[in-house]
């Protein structure tokens, strides 16, 4: 794995000798009854429990050590007289000291008052800040499902849950094979914000670049979107990322089980003055990582190994302004786990000629590469809140075969290199006019790099596509393209009355790639307090969705005439944008103060749909369109706390419908042509109900929680006509924190996911764009540890 940066800086914090917090009182003679007492308190006078203080005498030698009790009283015996210095410190707090004469006879008594270890004056500064950024964007009429850091704790696995498990637990979410997620019935068109600037798109594949672990607060935002979100407009994840002003913390999680899983990660954030810093870093490993087509609990050649880094570093340049840097690395490797009893469609030399080969010996592999910066510059002055960043990112897929054994079965093996390079800026800004009026108004644009190379394996064919030669010859099939994005907006926020809030403004978009397209959209929306626990939204948005350039299959077709790789059709229609006008309507109610209820209603109309496939052995995928597509549903959510108790309740119904494929024909067979130009059919990620839920209850110290989803199947068959079975997975887990003296909180958690050991599938090879059968997990038993260090814990008195 490439080394990175912030990588190597935190393995560099990771080496600082910890600093001693043993607190074992020392001994002194009994008959020395002096003693030096006192009360530890903050600077809002409360008292400070568990504030390490030592008693050091000349020459700064330690005499005695003790720990404040939970009324912060303290007291050091047996001490000879002379004069000592009291020495208190506690994560979070500067250190404190303060002097103490010990004479001939009675107590001495002190008061030690611990400020925060950032001066008040940074915090109130960095949270105003944090303020301001938020009120740069909106989501008015929109769907907003917000997870926070407890949310994410609270889960089976907590931030060892991968993301895209994470968001299933949100209304409306459909899970698909390698990882991939479905909102509201779009394949994906998920855009991810980092602190409100997108993520530039790359070949992501199916493995996940973001972890749960270092977000502070984030939303899936969907439905009819504000103007100031434009591009991938089916969902926005968006991530607010832990700092070390708010977020200081030093932390080793060492979590494993089976199937091979161990997974350690180094998670580092505090605060120097006006200078904050936060870090994470992990690897992973298992046998098990793409969802195999065999319904064991471990496949044969599916192991993966993973590194990610995270870091956030922020500098406040005044009161009103913060430059921030982000930078992040993923790197996967994974096996793609193999088929058992696949028939030899082909001869290869020297492999098959006598005997079937094996497909449970295929061992193919593919390797994602994935790194980004942001950087970004925020403040506010006066009725002024903005936010201009500049970002990069780079990734690349690398899918590598075993010796042309995939032409066995499929009559072409395919050496695919995938990479794009982006980069771009983004401006956004929120005026105030009057408490009633806010205008906002940005601009956006990014350039892409997308670099395609293919090098096919394949048999000669006679005109009947029969295989002529057991001896593959290569056929290479490269392209590159340079995408173009600009975009722009302007809303006006209008509150004419109290309960009534009006959002609505204009986007223009234009894309250079393949072609030059454009697309001018106004967004619309309402909310209205009906009543104190009721809120009503509804909005209308025109959408304008370019497919990514870095994932267009752009197979010339001549190139494999005569081959076992020719196409059925020469038709290859210009890839084309998405266009489509989308409503939403909702109501949120509260009942009592412990439950609230929300329902949801959407419909989308599209002109040129964009769906995606896997019309290949790598796990890339391929857009293409339909020329008419129609997506509807509704959402259901409830919530509900009650003192230690916490749960969820979501379910949702969805059609997704597509009508005559527009582009890419020759993926497809003539029948599904001909079918599919004359009905609309189920698209292939299309599922009907969706639910998910969640529990989570504390006593006595102990944690428990279990989350559930379920489905009733995606699509399978000719054009995608049926549907998989129902399924469910339910996952358990107990997490209990164990107070270590001078140490802190050491965190223990068990996990078992599909505690029933369901066997189901989530896809089974069938249906326009599969591939291949995959199975969701079996029951697995994982264990955790989060052992919190002493790095970076005593804080160091303030230089502000």
Request: hydrophobic content about 35%; glycine content about 10%; proline content about 6%.
């Amino acid at each position: 794995m490439r080394r990175h940066p912030g990588f190597l800086i935190l393995l560099g914090a990771a080496l600082v000798p910890p600093v001693p917090l043993s607190v074992h009182a020392a001994e002194t003679p009994a008959a020395v009854t002096r003693r030096v007492t006192g009360t530890v308190k903050d600077s809002a006078g409360h008292p400070v429990a568990e504030a390490h203080l030592r008693l050091e005498g000349p020459g700064g030698r330690v005499v005695a050590r003790t720990q404040s009790d939970p009324n912060g009283h303290f007291a050091f015996v047996g001490v000879p007289p002379g004069v000592y210095t009291v020495v208190a410190s506690k994560s979070e707090l500067q250190v404190t000291t303060a002097e103490a004469v010990v004479a001939e006879g009675g107590d001495t008594g002190v008061v030690l008052t611990m400020e925060s270890a950032a001066p008040e004056d940074i915090l109130v500064v960095a949270k105003r800040l944090e303020r301001a950024r938020n009120d740069v964007y909106t989501t008015t009429g929109a769907s907003t499902y917000s997870f926070s850091e407890q949310n994410v704790e609270q889960l089976p696995r907590g931030e060892n849950t991968p993301l895209n498990d994470v968001i299933l637990q949100a209304p409306g979410v459909a899970q698909d094979s390698f990882g991939q997620l479905h909102v509201r019935g779009d394949h994906a068109n998920l855009q991810y914000r980092l602190d409100g600037i997108p993520l530039p798109e790359g070949v992501n594949g199916f493995a996940q670049v973001l972890t749960p672990r270092f977000a502070n607060h984030f939303s899936l935002i969907t439905g009819a979107l504000p103007a100031e979100y434009g591009l991938r407009t089916a969902g926005v994840i968006d991530i607010r990322t832990k700092n070390g002003f708010t977020d200081s913390v030093a932390d080793l999680d060492l979590y494993g089980g089976q199937r091979g899983t161990f997974s350690p990660t180094l998670e580092l954030g505090g605060s120097q003055g006006k200078f904050s810093y936060y870090g994470t870093s992990s690897y992973y490993r298992s046998n098990r990582f793409i969802e195999p087509p065999t319904p064991g609990p471990t496949p044969d050649g599916g192991d993966t190994q993973q590194g990610r880094t995270f870091m956030d570093l922020s500098y406040l340049l005044d009161p009103d302004t913060r430059l921030t840097f982000l930078t992040g690395e993923s790197v996967v490797d994974f096996g793609l786990p193999a088929s058992r009893g696949v028939a030899n469609a082909f001869k290869l030399q020297g492999v098959n000629d006598t005997a079937p080969f094996p497909s449970i010996d295929v061992r193919d592999r593919q390797r994602e590469e994935n790194y980004y910066n942001v950087l970004a510059l925020q403040g506010t002055k006066s009725k002024l809140d903005y936010q201009l960043a500049g970002f990069s990112r780079y990734s690349k897929l690398t899918f590598s075969p075993e010796d042309n054994l995939d032409s066995i079965f499929n009559g072409v093996t395919s050496d695919v290199v995938r990479s794009s390079f982006a980069n771009g800026g983004q401006v956004d800004a929120a005026y105030h006019l009057t408490d009633q009026h806010t205008i906002r108004a940005g601009g956006y644009f990014q350039g892409n790099a997308a670099s395609i190379k293919n090098r096919a394996s394949v048999f000669p064919a006679d005109a009947m596509g029969s295989q002529t030669s057991t001896v593959p010859f290569r056929v290479v099939d490269n392209t590159r393209v340079t995408e173009l994005e600009y975009g722009t907006y302007v809303q006006h926020e209008w509150r004419p009355v109290k309960k009534l809030t009006l959002n609505y403004g204009l986007r223009l978009e234009q894309v250079k790639s393949f072609t030059t397209t454009a697309q001018l959209s106004p967004r619309a929306a309402v909310t209205y307090q009906l009543f104190p626990v009721t809120l009503v939204h509804a909005g209308y948005s025109r959408y304008f969705t370019p497919p990514p350039p870095e994932l267009i299959s752009t197979t010339s077709i001549a190139k494999f005439a005569h081959t076992t790789n020719a196409v059925s059709s020469n038709a290859n229609t210009t890839i084309s944008p998405d266009r489509s006008h989308y409503f939403d309507v909702g109501v949120t109610q509260g009942v009592l103060s412990h439950l609230n209820l929300g329902l949801d209603g959407y419909y989308k109309t599209s002109r040129h749909i964009l769906d995606e496939g896997q019309f290949g052995q790598a796990l890339v995928i391929s857009p293409f369109n339909y020329k008419k597509g129609q997506v509807f549903g509704v959402e259901g959510t409830a919530t509900w706390t009650l003192e230690q108790f916490a749960g969820y309740l979501n379910f949702g119904y969805s059609k997704a419908l597509g009508k005559e494929v527009a582009s890419a024909q020759f993926n497809f067979a003539p029948d599904e042509l001909a079918f599919i130009s004359r009905h609309f059919i189920h698209l292939d990620h299309d599922q009907t109900y969706t639910a998910s839920g969640g529990v989570a209850y504390t006593y006595r110290g102990y944690q428990l929680s279990a989350t559930t989803v379920a489905g009733s199947g995606l699509r399978r068959g000719f054009v995608n006509s049926e549907h998989l079975p129902y399924y469910i997975q339910t996952d358990l887990g107990l997490e209990k924190g164990i107070p270590i003296p001078h140490l802190g909180d050491v965190r223990l958690r068990a996990a078992i996911v599909n505690v029933a050991d369901n066997t189901y599938l989530i896809r089974d090879g069938t249906g326009i764009g599969v591939q291949s059968a995959q199975f969701g997990p079996r029951r697995g038993f994982f264990f955790g540890v989060t052992i919190p260090l002493p790095l970076g814990k005593v804080p160091k008195p303030s230089t502000s």
